[in-house]
């Protein structure tokens, strides 16, 4: 499965090396946080400025010059309560008592080996497979384009793994390799199985953090994986999988989620062509689904099930269901059925938001991020907006995702002032052509067609000057629906969020 392992890593490493550079703290200090609590506090309106009849929002707006239309047809979603705030927060790590509850819940007697060993085991059978693949690539080398050198690099590595070969087991051993079930320090994990690939490469990417990654022997019909990891530059998270073919990898070391708005092309919505704008990886033809795992669940049931699930771990109070429907999913099997095709299943997606007093924190599936040089070292952070995520087909739960959990360390404003509706929607009418002409301009561009479905006053989590670990979070207009860019992409996010306390517009990605 070489060819799968390439395609899903992918999208990892251009989101490692690619970020972008945060322009330096005092653009933060020109957006003046300290003057936006100012306003918050003012004594004005609150939520009884946010009364306007407005149940939905319907208009069209097209710029010729940006090459930019926007149809609106939208919800207008405004939450019943008294009051919004202004929270300060931090990512909180996942805890031991997490890893436990959601252990007992989703694995129950079940024994866990540790992946990080079991799975990276080469096998005779692995390396017999690689070198046939090598010999190959010798034998076919074009003899007038190959140089000498070339032919001997290929044959040297032959020879490395058939050497391999000789030392390596016949089957992974099981037995001796079980999980403690237990938080470990990425740095203790490397000194204890020094020279594993696996943990090498975790304590390279977080030196300071906690790791666990632990599987199932596949003897129950099903293969599962568990990884949780807490690494304060790349996101804190806790992320299951089952499947019937193989063990699917959880072990990103980004944290983050690939669901209803990854745009990756991996995932798309079942009972539509198959489609791939992201990755190029043929037509679709080299797909099959994996037809054993289907879904006739309702979409209600399904709820039912993840709905049950947080009740268990303790997650029901602080998240509320915010989005989802039935996609097919291309399933990332590093380990396991060895096929040419790609394997994808039916399932649903669900997706829960943070909900504090009745107010949620809305998604978009894009996160604060920086590189660059803070003295001697090279810093790359990552930091994901909050989100659970479930995947659910007629076995029950086969997803689970807990990605970058919030912790509030302090209300900073007890009752914010916001501006009403009417105010954020000429501010909306005026901002989408431009914030979203960026391709449109482009050389034998077609052009930017937005719809906007909804919109929802919520909170987004903003940045603080010279402070990455913390943010807040502030009341946001926030309207969402689908674009569609000038290379024919289309994705589900956020299109435009609007402070709900001084009217400005939030860039998701950089944080402000």
């Known amino acids: 499965m070489k060819k799968r392992r390439i395609l899903f890593m992918a999208a990892a490493v251009a989101m490692l090396a690619g970020c972008q550079k945060n322009p330096d703290s005092s653009i933060v200090v020109n957006k003046d946080m300290d003057k936006l609590i100012d306003q918050a506090n003012e004594t004005g309106k609150g939520m009884e400025n946010i009364t306007d009849d407005y149940e939905t929002y319907q208009t069209q707006i097209s710029d010729t010059s940006l090459m930019v239309t926007v149809n609106v ?10 009051k919004m705030s202004v929270f ?95 938080l470990h320090k990425a740095e203790e994990m ?33 293969y599962t994986s568990l990884t949780v990891q807490n690494n304060e530059d790349y996101g804190n998270y806790i992320r299951y999988r089952k499947s019937k073919h193989g063990y699917e990898f959880t072990s990103s070391a980004i944290a983050g989620t690939d669901g209803l708005e990854s745009g990756s092309g991996l995932i798309w919505e079942a009972g539509t062509e198959w ?32 709905e049950d699930f947080l009740k268990k771990t303790g997650l029901s109070d602080a998240f509320k269901y915010d989005a989802g429907g039935l996609y097919n999913e291309c399933l990332d099997i590093r380990k396991g059925e060895s096929s040419d095709k790609i394997g994808y299943r039916k399932e649903w997606i669900l997706r829960y938001s943070r909900n504090i007093n009745g107010v949620s924190v809305t998604f978009d599936n894009t996160a604060k991020h920086e590189e660059g040089w803070e003295g001697n070292d090279y810093v790359k952070r990552y930091w994901p907006i909050e989100c659970i995520e479930f995947r659910i087909t007629d076995e029950g739960i086969v997803g689970f995702d807990y990605v970058a959990p919030l912790t509030i360390i302090e209300t900073v404003v007890e009752n914010s002032n916001m501006k009403s509706f009417d105010e954020v929607k000429n501010i909306f009418e005026k901002m989408v052509t431009i914030v979203n002409a960026e391709d449109s ?72």
């Open 275 to 306: 489609e791939n704008p992201a990755v190029d990886i043929g037509d679709g033809t080299n797909f099959v689904e994996y037809a054993d795992e289907g879904t006739t669940i309702s979409e209600e049931d399904a709820i039912d099930l993840s």
């Open 441 to 512: 301009i482009a050389e034998n561009s077609q052009g930017t067609e937005i719809q906007i479905d909804r919109v929802v006053l919520g909170y987004v989590r903003v940045s603080e000057a010279d402070s990455y670990n913390t943010g807040l979070l502030v009341p946001v207009w926030d309207f969402m629906g689908k674009i569609k860019d000038s290379y024919g992409v289309e994705n589900q996010r956020s299109i435009l969020a609007v402070n709900a306390i001084d009217g400005s517009v939030i860039d998701r990605a950089l944080g402000y």
């Open 190 to 222: 490397n000194s204890r199985y020094s020279g594993n690939s696996f943990y090498e490469w975790e304590y390279s990417l977080n030196p300071n953090g906690e790791i666990f990654y632990g599987v199932t022997d596949g003897k129950k019909e099903y």
């Open 73 to 82: 047809d939208a919800s207008v979603d405004i939450p019943q309560v008294d």
């Open 88 to 182: 300060r927060v931090q990512q909180a790590p996942v805890t031991q008592e997490m890893l436990d509850k959601v252990i007992e819940v989703l694995i129950g007697n079940e024994t866990l080996y540790n992946g990080g060993i079991v799975l990276e085991t080469r096998t005779k059978a692995d390396i017999e497979k690689e070198i046939m693949e090598w010999k190959s690539y010798l034998e076919n080398l074009n003899p007038e384009e190959a140089d000498e050198q070339l032919r001997k690099e290929y044959q040297s590595t032959i020879s490395r793994l058939q050497e391999e070969y000789e030392n390596a087991p016949s089957e992974i051993v099981w037995e001796g390799n079980e999980s403690d079930g237990k």
